[in-house]
């Protein structure tokens, strides 16, 4: 029996143009009221240009974590199935960019407390989540390259690509919701819930326990 998750509506999954005008526009709300308090947060006042650039990269990058579960799913009308992969793959980059240029910009404006935090020494318990986080997101940028080469072993790949996207997600939501930082707080609140359920519906819908469970059965 060959198992799939990628890209492919639930069943019934209808969407009309208000429906789809409605899912547009509370997506794009959520992005634009997110960015618009984080720039006009009080606490940029003062700081150097690179750690305003730094703190919104990773703004940025929280609103792109909300996109690819949804791409993934085939929830966002416009962009199914091929579309949605290739939208999938580009966000996925802009991803991992996002994540260096808030690393870089953070041990610009302060390498010990970055060094730290790689190192699991620091004592701000949000910064192990955000390193952990880092990592997965390394990782599954690792595996999508990998993709082609695995051939048969395609379920296992499935398995760790969505492993580590549950990583990611946990570890984003923990380090963000952690910080009194650049985000104002209900909004970085709600954010985060909607990534949460975003991912939730996504693996629940897919089934992705039925991949285990193949593979534990061969």
């Not at 618009?36 to 730094?54: E, K, N, T, V």
């Not at 990773?58 to 909300?66: I, S």
């Not at 580009?90 to 790689?118: C, E, F, K, N, R």
């Amino acid at each position: 029996m060959r198992i799939s998750f990628w890209n492919r509506p639930e069943p019934g999954w209808q969407v009309s143009g208000l429906r789809a005008a409605l899912i547009w526009g509370g997506l794009i709300a959520a992005v634009l009221v997110t960015c618009w308090y984080a720039l006009s947060s009080p606490l940029l006042q003062w700081r150097d240009p690179i750690y305003i650039l730094a703190g919104f990269a990773g703004v940025v990058g929280m609103v792109l974590l909300l996109l690819q579960p949804l791409l993934v799913g085939g929830l966002l009308p416009g962009l199914e199935a091929l579309r949605g992969r290739r939208a999938h793959q580009v966000i996925g980059l802009a991803l991992v960019l996002s994540v260096l240029v808030h690393v870089i910009g953070l041990w610009m404006t302060s390498p010990p407390d970055v060094i730290d935090a790689l190192l699991f020494v620091s004592p701000t318990p949000f910064s192990d989540w955000g390193v952990i986080a880092m990592w997965a997101v390394f990782g599954a940028a690792v595996l999508a390259i990998l993709r082609r080469r695995m051939g048969s072993r395609l379920r296992l790949w499935r398995i760790a690509h969505t492993g580590l996207a549950v990583v990611i997600v946990i570890g984003t939501v923990l380090h963000a919701v952690q910080i009194q930082g650049t985000m104002e707080t209900v909004s970085k609140w709600v954010l985060a819930a909607l990534i949460v359920m975003a991912l939730g519906r996504v693996v629940a819908a897919r089934r992705v326990w039925a991949l285990l469970s193949a593979s534990k059965s061969r």
